[in-house]
């Protein structure tokens, strides 16, 4: 009896495991969210619809093992993108505390991923007037966020030019009172959100990593890195091209139509993970 039980248990955890390795390359891929990506992969793997999913570390984990084999050498630059992309819409709304969150700070994304803001405001509407005077064309709707209810996301599309797409980038607006439960560390002992100054560190330790830099010499703030065409070269941009100053310039785009496709709330708790 306990053999049985303990063979049942392999066997479920290898089948979640074949699940997430599927899933972690439409993910890579095609740019799906975990949940979506879950469920085709069950489809793709002919499994019975009812079939226990893995759960979204076991995912993470997946994505992580995936872009090392697969996506070395193209997804440090893709990452660096949409982060430095990310700050300048951090920047943009920064009386409203934005937090980064999911693939984009925890370093899985690519480009074919979207941004996804946290915004924790004492007046929420407040958030949408700033968004207008910016003359963002962006598209509110309502989703489920990390506290269970609903919040309203303010979803827009931006161009990243060291990638050449539009990216998509979605404000979650939450009161200020909830940016206290935000801060708790996850399942992993992460932070699982960054303000400002924690997004510019993510970006200036890239690029110490990039140009050979070791922790104990990396600049620290309000110092400059010693050589900016060197970085841009190291990253992959043109020589003297600065992320930061064109992702500024860069116009204000009409969302795509891929931006958030799932029109109803039952799949919202899967935008922020």
């Not at 049942?8 to 990506?37: D, F, K």
């Not at 931006?158 to 797409?165: A, D, N, Q, T």
């Not at 890195?225 to 003297?240: N, R, Y």
């Amino acid at each position: 009896m306990l053999l049985a039980s303990c063979l049942a248990y392999i066997n479920v955890n290898t089948l979640q495991s074949e699940i997430a390795a599927t899933a972690a390359a439409l993910v890579v891929e095609e740019g799906l969210e975990y949940g979506p990506a879950k469920r085709r992969a069950v489809k793709q793997m002919a499994l019975p619809a009812r079939t226990e999913l893995p759960d979204n570390d076991l995912l993470e984990d997946a994505v992580r093992e995936y872009i090392a084999v697969f996506c070395a050498d193209s997804q440090p630059f893709e990452l660096a993108a949409l982060r430095e992309l990310a700050l300048v819409w951090m920047q943009r709304m920064a009386a409203f505390r934005p937090y980064l969150t999911g693939a984009v700070w925890h370093g899985t994304a690519t480009k074919l991923s979207d941004i996804y803001i946290q915004l924790f405001c004492d007046d929420p509407k407040s958030a949408e007037i700033a968004l207008i005077e910016h003359n963002a064309d962006y598209e509110p709707r309502t989703v489920k966020g990390f506290t269970g209810g609903d919040v309203e996301a303010l979803s827009l599309s931006s161009l990243c030019k060291p990638l050449s797409v539009h990216v998509g980038v979605h404000y979650m607006v939450y009161d200020h009172d909830d940016l206290r439960g935000a801060l708790r560390s996850d399942a992993k002992g992460r932070t699982p959100r960054g303000n400002i100054l924690a997004v510019q560190k993510l970006i200036l330790l890239a690029a110490c990593r990039a140009l050979g830099i070791d922790s104990e010499k990396e600049p620290q703030r309000g110092q400059f890195l010693p050589d900016l065409q060197a970085h841009s070269q190291a990253m992959g941009q043109k020589a003297g091209e600065k992320w930061t100053a064109a992702a500024l310039l860069q116009p204000m785009l009409p969302r795509s139509d891929r931006l958030l496709a799932v029109q109803n709330t039952q799949n919202a708790p899967e935008i922020e993970k």
